[in-house]
């Protein structure tokens, strides 16, 4: 095997074209330090004193003392708002699916701190939690979405009396949530109907969602069905299906957050960091609404695991009519980096799509079409230098402060200090 310093070279280069465009997560500090967890198999939690279940129709808070257990179907209704301290533990029960609803115009305040996250988790014991103990949390809202008659009705297995969402109001507030864990959420109820960790339906741009880490969800860690959201700081680990799902006209700008997948976590339906659509089908799109538009910056997207048998695949998955923006970010270790419907690139549609100041580290492919076509004058419009679009092939460990999730993990890019003495072998 041959050594070169050609490919530090480059990276150091790129690290020195604009001192403004830093690439992937950012952050002077660790931003994952105290309040994270990458071992929650193994985390001993203290066993539940209280239980939550049935319908809370007016202000509740719970209260780090206790450790609540959840059960059912929880329903926060008639514009109640439910206060949870920082370091409180609620565990969803696996029996009954338990399973925390927000109705349209009710609240939760999760705020945890650093040092005193929140936390929703399994209640089965250590070594016996598997992806989908429990249903997860759901956030229903008035803000926009794109279905005919501006309203939805999220068919979870919900009572039809609280599952309906969407509205007029894009600044509409359904609460915040920081410092807060989901672990070993989504519950798959059948072959078409599978919670997520976090589902938020018409929820609006006034909802504050950051530092958020869902960890070992059955299905995706963050859906958004409609509604108009700013996420900041989230953390995907090891979902079974996607980290981030847009659907029904979502105007979503997301920054400084991570996807982190492994191969043998994936199931068989192309999981994937990002899917993007703009409606499940084109006759229930309301043709006056928006279609979906995610801007996304400062992302760090990778496979965390040697995918030498290419179990995972696109990195990103965008359909029809839809408006997606990547910039100054970081996909490391995937098959693909853009899989593209199609249809996506026929007439205007290829014009939707923006990407600048990307990292493509270690991608068998860049772009492909859904139907395993190879595009080579797509791909040049996509992957270019005016769009500051490179290619690297570095290891996890050189390219990474560190990608080590059993350690201190700090998934920021290496300093100038430490690439420049670092030997890369092709």
């Known amino acids: 095997m041959k050594k070169t ?7 150091i280069s790129l690290f020195s074209l604009n001192a403004q465009e830093i690439n992937g997560i950012v952050g002077s500090e660790n931003w994952f330090n105290n309040w994270t967890n ?3 198999k193994t985390t001993e939690y203290s066993e539940p004193t209280q239980i939550i279940s049935g319908v809370i129709n007016e202000n509740v808070t719970l209260y780090k003392k206790n450790t609540y257990i959840l059960m059912n179907v929880v329903y926060v209704t008639n514009n109640a708002i439910l206060n949870i301290e920082p370091g409180t533990i609620i565990r969803g029960d696996y029996d009954t699916c338990g399973t925390l609803v927000i109705t349209k115009g009710a609240k939760i305040i999760a705020e945890g701190t650093e040092t005193d996250p929140i936390v929703f988790t399994s209640n089965k014991e ?12 759901i956030i229903l809202g008035d803000a ?7 309203i939805g009705n ?13 509205g007029l109001n894009s600044e509409s507030n359904s609460g915040k949530l920081k410092y807060l864990r989901i672990e070993f959420s989504g519950r798959k109820l059948n072959a078409l109907k599978e919670l997520n960790g976090l589902s938020l339906a018409g929820v609006g741009n006034k909802t504050k969602i950051e530092y958020v880490q869902i ?6 860690s963050f859906e958004s069905y409609g509604g108009d959201i700013i996420f ?8 079974t299906d996607d980290d981030f799902d847009f659907t029904q006209g979502t105007q979503c700008n997301i920054s400084n957050s991570i996807a982190i997948r492994y191969p043998f976590s994936s199931d068989v339906s192309r999981s994937r960091c990002f899917e993007v659509d703009s409606y499940d089908k084109i006759e229930n799109y309301d043709l006056s609404k928006k279609l979906t538009k995610i801007v996304a910056n400062n992302m760090t997207l990778i496979n965390n695991e040697d995918n030498n048998q290419g179990l995972v695949k696109e990195a990103i998955y965008v359909k029809n009519d839809t408006f997606f923006e990547l910039k100054n970010s970081v996909v490391s270790g995937f098959n693909q980096f853009l899989l593209l419907e199609d249809k996506a690139v026929l007439n205007s549609n290829l014009e939707k799509l923006k990407f600048h100041s990307i990292l493509i580290n270690d991608s068998k492919y860049n772009v492909q079409l859904e139907s395993g076509i190879i595009n080579n004058l797509i791909e040049e419009k996509i992957v270019n230098n005016v769009n500051n679009i490179q290619i690297l092939k570095f290891n996890r460990e050189d390219l990474f402060v ?12 290496k300093s100038n200090n430490i690439i420049s003495s670092v030997l890369v072998v092709k």
């Not at 960890?215 to 995706?220: C, G, I, K, R, V």
């Open 38 to 40: 990458f071992k929650p």
């Open 5 to 11: 310093l050609t490919t530090v070279i480059l990276l």
């Open 215 to 220: 960890s070992f969800s059955n299905d995706d």
């Open 402 to 413: 560190e990608s080590d999730v059993k350690k201190n993990p700090d998934f920021r890019l």
């Open 232 to 239: 900041n700081n989230l953390i995907s680990f090891r979902a």
């Open 154 to 166: 999220l068919d979870f297995n919900l009572n039809p009396k609280y599952n309906f969402y969407g």
């Open 126 to 137: 250590v070594s016996e939690r598997k992806p989908g103990d429990w249903g997860g949390i």
């Open 144 to 150: 926009p979405i794109n279905k005919f008659g501006g």
